[in-house]
């Protein structure tokens, strides 16, 4: 596994863990707003996968300039 592979793996797990945490305490706190809580909960799963195709992207390109 490649480094940046390893430091996106270690970045997503700390992004959803605490996106999770947030979402808990929105809802235990009665404070979810239904359009914060749905912005939040896409952007726990897409911010980690555009940054894994962009590093693959940045990769590929990398590999093809050699």
Sequence with gaps: ?????????????????????????????????PDKAATLAVLTLALPAALYLAGWAWNAWRARRR
């Design 1 to 33: 596994m490649k480094l940046w592979q390893r430091l996106w793996l270690l970045f997503t797990v700390i992004w959803v863990a605490l996106s999770l945490l947030n979402l808990g305490i929105m809802f235990a706190a009665d404070e979810a707003e």
